[in-house]
């Protein structure tokens, strides 16, 4: 199965489809949403708070985004995957952000890139997509700038930002943007912004009326404990899900009824009856003439569970 491409996207918002976008960040979860549908994962700095514990996405790293991004590629076939430029890897100059992009592209093979800023970074934008590099803008609240606006607060709501903030867009666009993250923006100006620009919007506490949505995977699933945004709605309590599992399994690892026989290996009676002998006898074989254990072949190892069965051959 193909990949969704940025042309697909562009025609998305032509034809009126929703695009719905969420976050990854490891194999098994991108596994997961590969399969449900989802148009777009994004390897988020969001990380940093929601995988990592920070309080603010700026401690993330360009080696954590290259090693979260290459576990979500492997785990998708579908979906178009961006990794997301962190704080520091971009804002020095044009050539810092296309070392960035690069190394991301390179080591992690995503099929596109994200950076937070409007006009400020369209300069950098279009080097990155005259390098052949797909770039997604990210305008409106721009967490990296956290401590510039005091906090996660909704941005453009007087005419001046909201004038600045279409700007932005605009710029991104003309800059070759694929498309634009709008965060936590009012959903009437989401609403301009969408209808104004060629290339799709994809909203986060931004109101319905984007070309498309993202959210933190974290957040909607129930496994961020510390706060749950105003924007987003838990659409499933995996927290919950896990904290009764783990009750679960520490009640039965205590009560011994966990493993049972059908999660253990069995052998045979002949050699544990002589090793019992042997140890009750204290004549323990001579440790230089042992042998070496035998290597688990593959076909055993399979049968035991420790070895993922082999690919069938086309
Ligand atoms: O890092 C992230 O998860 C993001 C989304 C909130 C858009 O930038």
Do not use: W
Not at 33 to 54: E, F, Q
Not at 180 to 185: D, P
Request: glycine share 8%; with cysteine.
């Amino acid at each position: 199965m193909s990949r969704v491409t940025p042309d697909q996207l562009r025609e998305m918002k032509t034809r009126g489809e929703r695009i719905a976008m969420l976050t990854a960040y490891d194999y098994p979860t991108a596994q997961i949403l590969d399969a449900a549908g989802l148009h777009i994962l994004l390897v988020g700095d969001s990380m940093g708070m929601v995988v990592l514990g920070h309080p603010t996405t700026l401690p993330v790293t360009l080696d954590d985004i290259i090693r979260h991004t290459q576990a979500v590629v492997r785990g998708t076939e579908h979906a178009l995957i961006v990794g997301d430029l962190p704080f520091g890897s971009f804002q020095v100059s044009t050539e810092e952000t296309m070392r960035a992009a690069i190394r991301i592209m390179k080591e992690a093979a995503p099929q596109a890139v994200k950076l937070e800023g409007g006009r400020r970074v369209a300069a950098s934008v279009r080097a990155l997509t005259e390098a052949g590099i797909p770039v997604m803008g990210h305008v409106g609240l721009t967490p990296q700038s956290v401590n510039v606006t005091g906090g996660f607060k909704v941005q453009g709501k007087t005419e001046r930002a909201a004038r600045l903030l279409l700007d932005d867009v605009l710029a991104l666009e003309e800059a070759g943007a694929f498309a634009v993250v709008l965060e936590l923006v009012p959903a009437e100006l989401a609403r301009l912004v969408t209808e104004r620009t060629s290339i799709p919007t994809i909203g986060i506490g931004a109101g319905p009326y984007c070309d498309g949505e993202v959210q933190v995977v974290h957040d909607i699933m129930g496994l961020f404990p510390d706060f749950t945004p105003r924007h987003t709605r838990r659409f499933a309590e995996l927290g919950a899900a896990m904290r009764e599992a783990a009750q679960a399994y520490v009640a039965e690892v205590r009560e011994r009824t966990f493993p049972a026989a059908a999660q253990s290996a069995k052998m045979s009676a002949e050699v544990i009856a002589a090793l019992r002998a042997e140890d009750a006898q204290g004549a323990a074989p001579d440790a230089s003439s042992q042998e070496e254990p035998p290597a688990v072949s593959q076909a055993e190892g399979e049968a035991d569970g420790y070895a993922p069965p082999k690919p069938a051959r086309n």
